[in-house]
């Protein structure tokens, strides 16, 4: 595997408590790709994930060691800029967050907290960018001022990405971000990944063996807080190097 | 077939109890509109509403309301101004700030706060408040209307500091996590996304209090000086609706014109404290979906 990681932990052991949450891993995460990481729950993929733009922060007793490095700068040093980190890093969760806002505002709220466009157009023409970007434009676009909650699920999560897509970040972070959805959803949204991925770094938790096998083109598979093998997609599903990714994969646990 | 009557019993006295407390509510209504309405029999009821003299033993008597309503107003008006503002930001301080272990203490502290009785505030205010503003705002009388707003505003304070905290409790932690998720500091997050997620609550809260602070009688006729004059600045000493009615009707004759005039300014309290707890309720209901 030769490339340039977008992201890089060096060393990362997380502690919740007394619970040692992630232990020793080191990672790189190719740039333009999608990374899928799995593992049974508990494994400590989502910890993981919600390392690279620092939300565990908000958990109390947490205590991260190590170095997560993110184009050349450490992210955990304490002068790191955490709202900076956080634009760059976009987030999507499990189940859709959308603000009890309108469909407007909740784009809006990204772009006034960072100070970003002022003008009316120009703010204007980003979120109808965002929301051509994941396929609402068409179906919202008369109806920008009603509520954000009167939405599908889907369209919900959709929102929710074109949220962090009008920030302009450069990394994607995805926790399980197809849960609450069919399977009909499930496949669009993922449709909507693959597109995103040629401007996009991308970094997908899933429980979901096939949505991984599917979607990605690495695959990290994690166990009890270790990272047990990282590699293509392909690789790790058809010839995996580890007897534990093979036991997963194969149903065998989990 | 025991069991049958038992529940039909059971059922019946439920029922009865619903039925009985929306009477007691008719009833009250009724009273007061009949003695109120015995009053226009012979004074005009445009005198009543706007007329600028509160005189009951003058000879005529004059029974115009204004100067009451606008007592009212006033002290209510300026109870707001501050508890409003202070209540908010305490809730969000309770919900959002504090640590755990001051945040049970405080949250005791504001039920110990709502069981103090009315005539205790008015005690301090007569003692202590009133002198106090007198002195440092150099007033001819501390008895005023900003006495009494000051003593309502911390009567107030346990209803919409409470509720307002529960609503802000209430918002899903996931708009906060989406709200940091995005990169808002703290501040931003709690501005933007709790509170308004949080309004109706917080809303009916406040309407709450107002409704407290608007039927409250003992604190304003211990100290707003209980002077039936049209006032021109909270820092005079005024009357309000409730002190009239609490004050003077001991004095009236059962059945005199004064004593139907009361009635109807009760009846005028009545119908701004209905509206504006049927605004809370509605808030809340809204809150509530």
Known sequence: MEFAPKIETVGLNLHYGDFHALQDVNIKIPAQNITAMIGPSGCGKSTLLRCFNRMNDLIEHTRVEGGIIIDEHDILKPEADLISIRRKVGMVFQRPNVFDLSIYNNLRFGLRIHR??????????????????????????????????????????????????????????????????????????????????????????????????????????????????????????????????????????? | MHRRISEYIIESLIRLSGFLVIAFVFLIFLFLLRDSLSLFKEYKIGEFLFGRNWLPISEPPKFGIVPLFLGSIYVTAGAIVICVPV???????????????????????????????????????????????????????????????????????????????DALVGVPRAYKEAAFGLGATRWQALWRIVLPAASPGIIAGVMLGIGRVIGETMVVMMVTGNSPVVPTSILQPLRTLTATIAGEMGETVSGSEHYFALFAVGLVLFIITFIINFIADSCLRRARK
């Open chain 1, 116 to 254: 970003m466009l002022n003008k009316r157009d120009e703010v204007m023409e980003a979120i109808e960018h965002g929301l051509e970007h994941v396929g609402l434009w068409q179906e919202l676009k008369d109806k920008l001022k009603k509520s954000a909650l009167t939405l599908t699920l889907e369209q919900q999560q959709r929102l929710c990405i074109a949220r962090v897509l009008i920030l302009k970040p450069e990394i994607i972070l995805l926790d399980e971000p197809c849960s609450a959805l069919d399977p009909v959803s499930t496949l669009k949204i993922e449709d909507l990944l693959r597109v995103l991925k040629h401007e996009y770094t991308l970094v997908i938790v899933t429980h979901n063996m096939q949505q991984a096998a599917r979607v990605s083109d690495y695959t990290g598979f994690m166990y009890l807080g270790k990272l047990i093998e990282f590699g293509n997609t392909k690789q790790v599903f058809t010839n995996p190097m580890e007897k534990l990714t093979e036991n997963y994969i194969s149903g065998r646990f989990g």
């Open chain 2, 87 to 165: 209540g908010i930001a305490a809730a969000m301080f309770i919900a959002e700030v504090a640590p755990t272990f001051l945040k049970n203490i405080l949250k005791s502290l504001i039920e110990i706060l709502a069981a103090i009785p009315s005539v205790v505030l008015g005690f301090i205010g007569i003692v202590w408040l009133s002198p106090y503003l007198k002195q440092t705002m150099g007033l001819s009388t501390g008895m005023c209307g900003l006495t009494g707003s000051l003593l309502l505003a911390f009567m107030a304070l346990p209803t919409i500091i409470s509720i307002s905290e």
